[in-house]
């Protein structure tokens, strides 16, 4: 039995069984968008948490886990990543983290709910920093559309999308990879949300190798985030048209780097840790 003042996440089709709950001192705000539901909730030990369709987007206790290694993992494997292009993200947590790379000039984003970002600059500002950076670009509407419209442009394409389910269901479509791979410039490299081995081995599995008809290397890397289901979210990652070894990162941070840009989760190590696998999950995506 869940309490009223505690939200509990449940979605039977992604994570059939399992519950997810945080304690909620205050209900913030609730409205339906023309593309999802959104809440606000203020948590008693997570902080303010975004929702969308019933699931936990961020929390300011653990989003900057998700936010830098879905950044840094990309941009720290290409030479020389000077126009970035986010897909989603609509908390502003991967423009905020994107914009502190000294090698990045140009940063695009995509984001299909204009509420989204509305109500993050009001109740996430620690995020929502990110869409006031002067490289940022920000357009509303829908990441596929966009990305039929552009052509080998940007350096690294970065999808932070929700689950797919709703608005986000196409981002993780062959498809959609097709076209990423055509609005990439040569050497250019993606890395998307890409759920967790430990909710749906057989459906990242199916993903990856749909980046894999169109990409030349392609890995997926993991961290922890406790928010997220399992506390685990993995990112499928390809370059299009060199081999590459995502492991080693071609830009290291020193500490002092890292601490002037107030990174908190990702390293150098902590970027190669992120791809060793469980030895059930290397034999599932071979
Ligand atoms: N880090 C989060 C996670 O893994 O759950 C994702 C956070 S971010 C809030 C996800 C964003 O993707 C949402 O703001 C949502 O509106 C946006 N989105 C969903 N489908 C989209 C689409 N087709 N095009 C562009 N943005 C989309």
Known sequence: MIARDWFSEQQQDLWPGQAFSLKVIKFVHEEKSKYQNIKILETETYGTCLVLDGIIQCTTRDEFSYQEMISFIPLNSHPNP???LIVGGGDGGVAREVAKHPLVKEIHQVEID????????????????GFYDPKLQLTIGDGLDYMRKHEKEFDVIITDS??????ARSLFEENYYKLMSN?????????SQGGSYWLEAGYVKDTINSCRKH?????????????YPCGHIG?????VDFTRDFK???TNFSDKE????NVKYYSSSIHSAAFALPRWVEKCFK
């Open 258 to 261: 890292l601490d002037d840009m």
């Open 114 to 129: 204009k509420r989204v970002v509305e109500l993050s600059k009001k109740y996430l500002p620690n995020m929502a920093c």
């Open 235 to 239: 990112f499928i990652i390809g370059c």
């Open 183 to 191: 609005a990439l410039r040569p050497g250019g490299v993606v890395c």
């Open 162 to 167: 929700s689950d797919p389910i709703g608005p």
């Open 82 to 84: 000077t126009k970035v």
């Open 215 to 227: 990409f030349r290397s392609v890995a997926y890397a993991h961290t922890s985030v406790p928010s």
């Open 248 to 250: 080693s990162p071609i």
